[in-house]
Every structure is written in C-alpha cells, then in structure tokens.
C-alpha cells in the first residue's frame, strides 16, 4: 500500500507492505540503519524513533501506520555536518559502550527534552527507565541529558 | 509476521460495516500488543481493521456533570498527560503512567488495553475502583455496561463479534474524593505488575460514605473486594478496620502463580499492599 | 606522554552516536538469502524423521537438514565435539536445532518451516545438574563425544555418576580430615545459582557465502574470529586460509558470542544453497543458544575461634545445558577458584561439568566464577555472625598476601585484595552507623571480595604498520564488543611510539588481515593483545631508530623519539619525523614499515592433580552495599555500592570505570531478579516482556568505583584487565547486606526475590526488626 511520509525532513512515497514494520521500513527499504533492533516487542528501546516528535518503538508501529506523520531517526538530527548537541554530549560522557542501545537512547532524549527541556535527574531517569543499556553506562547517558539540557539550545528542536 | 489485508476506515460506521462483514477480520488499535501476537504467529488474522484514522474514536472530553469521556483510541501516554485526568483523576494518570515505558504508552490505546484484557496490567483496576463504563458499538446499535463485567476472564471480554469499544466514561467525583493507584513489582523496575492495588474512597466527614477497593493484575480480571468496601460504609477507617478490610482482599482474590511471584506470596502482598493503600488514604484525609 | 592512564575519547564515538556503527545485523549482499531456523518443541526427545519435501518444494526454498550434514565433520564445540549443526537422532533442548530453510525474505523462510514434518519420540527428561549427575539419570548423550584438539581435557570417568558428566575438575591441599578436625566451627551450606541471560542487545547473527574457489566467508557477531575459522576448517575440511571470518563492531556479547554458535549453520545452508545467505536470530533464539551456568554449589568449612579458616571442601556442579560448550572450561575455573583469595591449609575443591535438558550454557562475564563466589562469601558472613567477628575483620584476617601460593600451585605476586577491600569499606563508610530505616523497612551493609584468573595458557599476536606520513595502524583480531579496545589498544600503540592517540587506528578482526588472537575473552585483550601490540610498536621504535640513526649520522644509543620524531639526545634541533625518515628510507613519501609480535602466556593444569600454573594474571575486586529491604512484602532496594578492581594499570580509567558500572548492573541484577525459567522443561520467560533487566530506575542511587594499580609483571605498562572483576563479588555483598538487615536471616539461593527474603524471615522470626 501507498504511504506518503516525512522521515529526517525528507518527502517520500512509498509502497509498503501490510505486515512491513517502521524499522522494516527504515532499514531494508531505506537503509536507515542506525535503528536496530534488540528484543522484537518494545521492551528494549533499541529501536526507538520519534513519530510526530515522540519517542515510539519502531518494532511495534506498522510501516503502514506512517502515513502522513513526521518520522525522526538517528540519521535525521544534526545540521550541516555538526552533530546534534545530544550527540555531542553522549561524545563528551562517553555514554555508551557496545553502542547498540545508542542511536535509540539519543532518540529517547531527544524526546524527553521535546517535552521538559529542563529535566531534574529524576523526571530523565522515569523517562529513559525503559531504554535498555546491558552495558550499564546510565550514569553516564544522565550526564549527558544534563549536559544537553544545559546547553543553549536546549537540546530540543 | 505473515501477510494480511489492511483495511483503513475513515468512518467510525464504515469500521463497523467492515467488522460486520467479515467476523474473523480483528480491529487493530495501537497495536502493541496485537503485532506482538502477530510476530510470533500467536495470531494470523487475514484481515484488521485499522481504526487510527477514525476521528470519532479520538480525544478525552470532561464535564463536571458527566465526567471523562475517552476516546477509545486515545494513547495511554494522552490519558496520562490529560490536564482534566490529572486534575479529576490523578490516580487514573498515575495508573496510565506506570504502564510499560514511554514509548509503549504513545502507542497503546486505552481501548485496546481493555480490549485485550491483560491480567496484568494497571488501568483496569483503577478504572474499576472509579466506576467506569465502556460504550460499545456495532452495526446493530450501541450499549454501555459497567468496565467491571466488560472483563470477563484472562484476554476474554463480553466483546461480540463485530463490536468495539468506542469510548471510555468515568463519572465525575464526588467531592474530595481519594484514590490511589499502587503498583508493585517484584523484578526489573520495568516489569509489569505482579500487584496493583486501587483504591478510590468518598468521604463524610472523617467516615467513610462508600469505598472502592480494586485489586488488578492478580486474578485473571480485577477483583473488587466487595465485602470488605461494605465494611468501610458509614464507618471511619481506623488501622483495625483497614487490616481487616486487607484481610478481605486477600481472601477475595484467586491469584494466578507466574514468574513474578506464587499465588500465595501474591495473595500475602495483597493484604500488604491494600492496607498500605487504604493507610495512605487516611492520611491524605488527616493532612 | 600521557597517552595512558588518560580517559581519551573512545575513538568508535563518532559512529556510535550518529548510527553509522556497522553491526553483523546491517550486512547485505547481493543476492543473499534469509535463514529461518526450525527448533525443538520437546526438551528431550528422539527425532524418528524429518521430512522436508513439502518445504523444499516451494518455490525458492533451500531447506537444511540432517541427510545434509553426512559429508561433513559436523560435531562442534571447543572442548568436546558434541553439538550437531542440526539434530542427527535426538534433540536434547526446547530450541534444539532441527533443520533449517534459506528463502528471499525473513517471512517466506519462516513460512516454509511449517512445511518441515518431524516426527519425535519423548524421551525422559533432567533438569538439575545434581540429580544428572546421579547414576540413574536420563543420560543426554549415550555415547560419549570426542575432545577438541584445543581442550586439555579432565577424565570425566574420575566424576562419574552418570555419563551426563561430561567433565570434572579436582585439585587439594593439605589434609582435609585433619583440618576440620582442628576446628573449632563447621559450617555446612548449600547455595544454589539459576541459568541467566546475557542480555547482549544485537541478537547472534551471521552470513555466510562461498565462493568458487570453494572457500568460505563468514561475516559474524563472534567474539572469536580466529577460533570460529579454526572450527569452521574442521567442519568443512578446509585449510585456514580457505575461511575468512570478519567480525563488524559487536553490539554487546558478554560471553554469549565466544567460539562458534550459529556460524557452522549458516556456512552449512549457505554451502547448499549456493547463494549468501544471512541469520539473525530472534530474542527467543538468543535464550535458546546461551545462558550461564546455573549451579549448585555445597561448602562446607573449617573455622578456629580466631576466625582462620583452616579447612574448606567444595563440591560444585555446573548445569551446562545439552551441550558442553565451554562448560568444562568454565567449571574448571570456578572448581580451583572455589577456596576463594584466602589462605586455607586444607582444601578439597572439585567441580563437575553436568548435561541437563536446558539451553546450551556457555561463557558469560565472569566465567564460572560468581556461582563460587556467591557461596564462599555469602557463607563468610554466616561465620563472621557465628564468631561475632566485623564480617570485613574476618575477611582481613584470612586474605591471601603478596607470594602466597595458591591451592593451584600459582605464586600471587603483588595482588590489590587487601587495598581493594579496604577502598570499598571506606567508600561504603563500613563500621559507621547504619541510617535509620523507615517504619516496616530495614537497611543493611554487606561486603564481599574475590579472586579471578585469565585463561591460559593463550596467545595474541599484533601486526603495527606505520604509514608514509607516520599514522599508525594497528591490525589484531580482537574484537570491538563495547570495551574500548580499539581505544585502549591505540593508547598502547601511542605510548610506545610517544605520538598522538589521534594518529594510531585499530582494524576490526578479519582473519585474512589480521593476526591470530586467541579470543576476546577472559578479560585478557589489554592484557595480552595490549602486551603484543607494545611490543609490536617497539619493533618499529627500534626501526626507525635503526633508520634515523643512518640518517643523522648518529649511534642508536644516543637517540631517542618525542612527539613523533626521532632526535639526538641532548641537541633535539637534531631530529627527524617518523614521515621524513620513511621518506628518506623509501626516497619518496610512500611506503610503509611493519612490526609483528605474539604474546603468549604459559601455563595450564594438570589432569590429574589440578595443579601447575593456572593463569598468567590475576584479578581481585571488592564490592560493598547497602540495601532496605520491605520487611512486609521482602523486596530489596540497593541503595549504594561501591566496588574496587585491581586492574594492575588503568590505561584509560573511564573506560574501566564504565566496565566496573556494567558488571555492577549485570552483578545486581542476578542478585535481585534475573533467571531464566524453566516448567517442566519449557522456558517460560524468554522474551523480554517476562525476563527483566536493570534499567535506569534499579540503578542503586549511589555508585562508586574504585580502580586499584598493583602492576602486573607481564602487563602492557602493569595493566592486569577489567571486564570481568567487579560481577563477582556484587551478588554476595548485596546478599550480606540484605541478611544483614534481617538480623542474619540469610537467602542462599538466587535471584534475592522478595518472595525468598519473606520466606527466610519467616523461618527466623527473630529477623523480623
């Protein structure tokens, strides 16, 4: 079926399948491969993107489902060559390891500071509670959502 | 996930129409946890039901006179951000809050949460505890019946074929109404839960004028202990009363043993936690 | 130079945030197909027939099964060959392999696998390592498998019991008899371990393709490049330069990913099918292809009034799962390890490597050793209680010290034990008082300490190749799992040759490139690819000298290098870059020069004593916690930990800092609630909706981690490694400092459930505060 959607600020139209999922999508039909995929049923947040602005588990969400809405991967943040100023604190905390909850955990807090660009420790560790990191680096990803959130642009679009 | 047919209704009498036609096709609300099913060939409908793009089926209207309506499609993270759920119903936010993880919630539809009737899961119990109704529609017409029986059993409902859920209604609180969600886990703080207690209690002066006490995610559908809310009536809760009103929930509830905890360390947690419940509740009347 | 013990960036960042990192998972090649894999239902049955037809009839299937393995060697396993690539006659688990399908898409595959009739027969099934070790026992492989060249293996007959005894391990000291006899207490207990799971988020994949030559490429998610192309020559009868295995960046393995899992599949179908063909295994998959061992650990120890421990006898048996896999390794260890860092004249320690209807157990962090460690420390507080001696006092009066020898035969030099310990008890303010708990809770302080060893004896070997304009590349087979090796490594490199970290990079494993490494594992790779590739860069030190010398017209022993240049003690205007003295060697700017090293580590056990040099280092941590535990509903809350790791020398302190952080996490979530269950030989939570991991919100709120420098000998610049020191002792403090706050009432087995700890209050009531 046809599906006409904005993923990273580009226009596209699309046919996608029935059972097709956004991270299908995303990664075969587009090669957007910086979403992965951890455990298939929305526990993870290995695969998080936001819809409209909102973090959602890209594994649960039909490719169909898209269709008029705005899609964010991790391929869509940053200007002109410069990273994101999340990116940028992830680098400066070294908050990750294996690296593979990453691109889903930067898009959880880009989320999170759409929503409370000025989150206390608490509010950013109720919201990211549910990305997991098997490495463990949390200390370190709460560093970086203060840093982001400190900087000047709040980290958020 | 095997293939299907995916049909998008824009209209909430063409979703019936669709549903009428075909009793195997199965509506798909948010989804989480029908494509779960789907991937793991728990389910192979050949035909859903898309009902996202129904504009009838969205938002969250509230008045003081008839209280919340939710549009069964209204995502639990809606419910839980709503500023008249969280004026009117903060235990119902609370409850909406603590459901899986941020991502989840901007998918899951309250509908389909009840719908799918998960034992284990949080909203149900607190919308029990608030008296809630679920209307319900099909091509033959509409009927309304309590949240309390829509729940039949363990992922069973008093759906019929060709039904929906259309919306989700609350009545307005009485006056200085309390309530409380609680929800305990016994693993990951990601885990869903092994106990939710709900507890929703009107006042006359310091006594109780009625009480409702939901215990979710034990039994294979919310259990009211409805002895011991009768105790509660016309009497102030003092610790005595509410540990034997715990006492009853215990006795009331038939848990399930899964790997969050045995049927019996479930039903002492009961006790537990109903009587932590109700405690706080006393005490937010004292503050 | 400061280019060790500096938190340098980690040099993968850059990919790693802005999800250009390429894993296993993102390999596409033209025309390759997708594996599907058709898996037990029963935990043990025989398998009478497959009948594939309908499924190889449609249309672009390739299906595998076992009428395709009768050409090949195609039992693998690194120390007994015991693991068919499907089943043969029997599968032994529920996810034992049974046959396989390639197809175009994930979906027409899976589609296929219903087209797959086998027919079973049930057979009877074991569950617990101890009773599979009893003579009765349903026995899983009646005939007994061969051993891995690799392997020095144990005789298994010595342990037996029944044949599901696939290895044992024993080593003594002393006289045991005479030992307990002199003491004044015997404590006697039981600990029991469940299977858990790795967690490792990128799911094993792998794709295989052969080529015309009849070599085969494998690209893998392994932690064991060079091992894998071993096994995968022994299989397919090639030479090991016919199979090339490369391993992208790994998206988190912890064990789960060492030696070969799903690569002898996908080459076996790959091989059928002629076509690539890729396999990326669901969440339910990961379950069913590694676990680490559950175990059931008894102890029984000697104590004088004093508090010295004088005799100590364990009997540990290690559920391996169906098939051995790294159990009798892994087994081994935890058997010599199980006296713990103590001085104990007599012991007896022997260790058993057990068959049983779960899922493969296999190498996890830790390897073996937090199942012992869990017992010897949990029992240590019950002494300490009994003795009332301060549980870190008692501890003190018994830690082994600079030149013991160890129940192996090993001389422990310089070991960071007694300042590790020490670190954690001051950081977790041991011995002041315990905060207040809130009405119908209690809170609690536990430590523990432990002792780990590296495997030996093992080799790495590194290639450093200094380019033209005097960057640097580093070429090893170790594996970027998320450790920061293709960091620390660089830092190495940057030391030795005194330029920037920025100018050296690390290459990912590919075993026609790069050299031999022994694996990723066993908390080794800065210690020996590390030790290798200092080395290495030294040669070309000595090179450039060699070259500079000429060129300056001056004698090697009056030179020396800075900042990338080679100058002339004492008259630096008298220098020359790396760049411009490969120019002039080469007369142009073109050209590159090569050092190579090996470090291999010697050593190994003996079969039949036990004894001889066990490990080429050894790692000491330390943990201290404080918990509240719900005295009503017995659910544990940690409040803080601290934990202290020898690592011999910090090359990159972050990087260890954020090791020691994952291994608490992974440590406190085997403490509290992880397990993989099983009913009646079905698993019942293998999916992330029913198997819990720690998230932000179990973090414990105050976290400290301590890295203690007693240098090693052999170590690049003292470096002992990290990856693995601080799981050890984290489950056992959080268990002390739970039993602690009920007044000793005391969970010995995990997970620490609130159900358990309810029940432990209940049959001593006196613990209720």
């Known amino acids: 079926m046809k599906v006409g959607v904005q993923i990273n600020e580009r226009e596209l139209e699309l046919e996608v399948a029935t059972n097709s999922t956004l991270i299908d999508l995303l990664r075969e039909d587009l090669g957007l491969r910086g979403t992965v995929e951890g455990c298939g049923v929305g526990v993870c947040g290995s695969c998080t993107v936001l819809v409209d602005g909102r973090p959602v588990s890209s594994c649960l969400v039909l490719a169909a489902d898209v269709d008029g809405r705005v899609v964010t991967t991790i391929e869509g943040l940053g200007r002109n060559g410069a990273l994101d100023p999340v990116q940028e604190a992830f680098l400066e905390h070294q908050a990750f390891q294996c690296g593979y909850c990453t691109a889903g955990m930067i898009m959880a807090v880009k989320g999170l500071l759409a929503e409370n660009p000025r989150p206390s420790a608490a509010e950013a560790k109720d919201y990211l509670s549910g990305n997991i990191c098997r490495c463990g680096t949390y200390e370190e990803v709460l560093g970086a959502v203060a840093t982001a959130a400190a900087s000047s642009d709040g980290g958020g679009d | 996930m095997q293939p299907f047919e995916l049909l998008q209704p824009r209209t909430l009498e063409d979703a019936l129409d669709r549903l009428a036609d075909d009793e195997e096709a199965r509506p798909l609300a948010g989804g989480t946890a029908l494509v779960v099913l789907m991937k793991h060939a728990l389910l192979r409908p050949e035909r859903l039901v898309n009902l996202k793009r129904i ?139 092994c106990v939710g207690v709900a507890v929703s209690l009107g006042l006359e002066g310091t006594a109780c004028r009625d009480l409702r006490v939901v215990v979710g995610a034990v039994s294979s559908t919310p259990v009211r202990v409805a002895e011991g809310e009768e105790l509660a009536t016309g009497k102030v809760l003092t610790p005595d009363l509410i540990d034997e009103i715990a006492g009853r929930a215990a006795s009331a509830v038939d848990p399930i043993g899964d790997v969050r905890g045995s049927p019996e360390y479930k039903r002492r947690l009961v006790q537990v936690l109903v009587r932590r419940s109700l405690l706080g509740s006393v005490t937010e009347v004292s503050a | ?249 790994v998206g988190g393995a912890y064990g789960s990913k060492v030696y070969a899992k799903i690569e002898p599949l996908v080459a076996a179908i790959a091989r059928k099918a002629g076509r690539p063909v890729r396999l990326v295994l669901t969440r339910e998959e990961v379950f069913a292809t590694a676990a680490r061992h559950a175990c059931t650990v008894h102890i029984r120890t000697g104590v004088r009034n004093d508090g010295t421990i004088v005799a100590r006898e364990v009997r540990a048996f290690y559920d391996t799962g169906a098939y051995a896999d790294t159990g009798p390794r892994a087994s081994k260890k935890g058997g010599y390890l199980a006296g713990g860092p103590y001085r104990i004249e007599h012991q007896s320690l022997t260790s058993y490597c057990v068959y049983t209807n779960k899922a493969p157990a296999v190498a996890y962090r830790g390897f073996g050793v937090p199942q012992v460690v869990w017992a010897y420390e949990s029992q240590m507080d019950d002494i300490a209680a009994r003795l009332a001696i301060d549980p870190l006092e008692l501890r003190r009066r018994n830690l082994i010290r600079d030149g013991d020898t160890f129940v192996t035969g090993d ?127 030294a040669k070309i030190r000595q090179q450039l000298m060699s070259l500079a010398a000429s060129q300056l017209e001056a004698a090697v022993t009056d030179l020396d290098v800075d900042e990338g240049s080679v100058f002339v003690r004492g008259s630096r205007d008298r220098s020359l870059t790396f760049a411009e003295i490969i120019r002039r060697h080469f007369g142009s700017p073109a050209g590159s020069l090569f050092g190579d090293s090996v470090f291999q580590t010697r050593g190994g056990l003996d079969p039949l004593t036990g004894k001889g040099k066990a490990s080429a280092t050894w790692f000491y941590s330390a943990a201290a916690a404080e918990v509240e535990v719900d005295l009503e509903t017995g659910k544990a809350r940690v409040l803080r930990i601290a934990t202290s790791a020898d690592v011999g020398k910090a090359i990159n302190p972050a990087q260890c800092h954020l090791q020691n952080e994952g291994s608490m996490l992974t440590a406190l979530g085997s403490a509290l609630f992880e397990e993989v269950v099983y009913d009646a030989g079905q698993p019942t939570n293998s999916s992330f909706l029913d198997y819990g991991m720690p998230s932000l919100e179990d973090h414990p709120l105050e ?67």
């Open chain 3, 411 to 537: 001389v422990l030099r310089n070991p960071g034990l007694d300042e590790a310990l020490e670190a954690v008890a001051e950081a977790g303010d041991w011995g002041s008082p315990v905060p207040e708990a809130r009405p119908g809770f209690a809170i609690g302080r536990g430590v523990a300490c432990a002792i780990k060893s590296t495997s030996t004896p093992s080799n790495s070997a590194a290639s450093v190749r200094l380019n033209a304009d005097g960057s640097v590349h580093l070429l090893t087979s170790s594996v970027e799992i998320g450790q920061g090796s293709t960091t620390a490594l660089a830092q190495v490199i940057a030391e030795t040759l005194s330029i920037p970290v920025s100018r050296v990079t690390v290459s990912l494993p590919d075993t026609d490139v790069t050299p031999f490494d022994q694996s990723t594992i066993s908390s080794r790779t800065t210690f020996s690819v590390g030790r290798a590739a200092t080395d290495a860069a």
């Open chain 2, 55 to 193: 504009p009838a089926l969205q938002g969250i209207d509230w008045s003081s006179e008839t209280g919340l309506r939710i549009g069964a499609l209204t995502t639990i993270r809606e419910v839980e951000q709503h500023q008249a759920v969280r004026t009117w119903f903060p235990a119902l936010a609370e409850a909406c809050h603590v459901v899986a993880n941020v991502r989840i919630r901007n998918l899951a539809t309250l509908g389909g949460n009840l719908a799918h009737a998960d034992y284990q899961s949080d909203p149900p119990a607190m919308l029990i505890a608030l008296g809630a109704r679920v209307r319900i529609r099909s091509v033959s017409g509409e009927r309304e019946e309590p949240l309390e029986t829509f729940l039949v059993s363990g992922y069973q409902t008093t759906l019929e074929p060709g039904e929906l859920v259309t919306d989700i209604l609350v009545p307005p609180p009485t006056a200085g109404r309390r309530m409380q969600y609680l929800k305990f886990t016994t693993r990951s703080a990601e885990d869903r839960p």
């Open chain 3, 703 to 769: 976290f400290h981690s301590i890295l203690v420098e007693h240098p090693s000998e052999d170590g690049p610049f003292g470096a002992r490694g990290v990856g693995e020191s601080v799981i050890s002792p984290v489950a056992p403090a959080i268990g002390n400092a739970v039993a602690a706050a009920l007044g000793g009432a005391r969970v010995r087995e995990l997970p620490i459930s609130p159900e358990r700890v309810l029940a432990a209050v209940d049959q001593q009531p006196e613990a209720r505060a």
């Open chain 3, 1 to 249: 130079m400061t280019a060790i013990g500096t938190s340098v960036a980690r040099a993968d960042g850059p990919l790693k945030v802005t999800g250009q990192v390429q894993y296993t998972v993102d390999t596409q090649l033209p025309g390759m197909l997708h594996a599907k894999v058709l898996r037990s239902p029963y935990p043990h049955a025989r398998v009478l027939a497959v009948d594939a037809t309908a499924a190889a009839a449609r249309p672009g299937v390739v299906v595998l099964t076992a009428a395709d393995l009768t050409n090949l060697d195609h039992a693998f396993g690194v120390a007994l060959r015991d693991q068919p690539i499907v089943a043969i006659d029997r599968v032994r688990f529920v996810g034992d392999p049974v046959a396989a399908v390639a197809a175009d898409t994930p979906e027409a595959a899976e589609a296929a696998l219903e087209f797959i009739d086998v027919e079973y027969e049930p057979l009877e099934t074991v569950m617990d390592p101890e009773a599979a070790a009893a003579d009765d026992a349903p026995v899983l492989h009646p005939v007994e498998r061969p051993r891995a060249p690799m392997f020095v293996g144990w005789p298994a007959e010595r342990f037996r019991g029944s044949l599901n005894v696939c290895s044992g391990y024993h080593v003594e000291q002393g006289d045991l008899d005479a030992g307990f006899a002199s003491a004044d207490h015997v404590f006697e207990d039981t600990y029991r371990v469940p299977p858990i799971h790795h967690g490792n988020l990128e799911p094993h994949a792998a794709v295989a393709s052969w080529d015309h030559r009849g070599h085969l490429n494998v690209i893998s998610s392994t932690q064991s490049p060079s091992i894998v192309r071993l096994q995968l020559a022994e299989i397919f009868g090639l030479t090991e330069n016919q199979v090339r295995v490369v391993v992208p960046y």
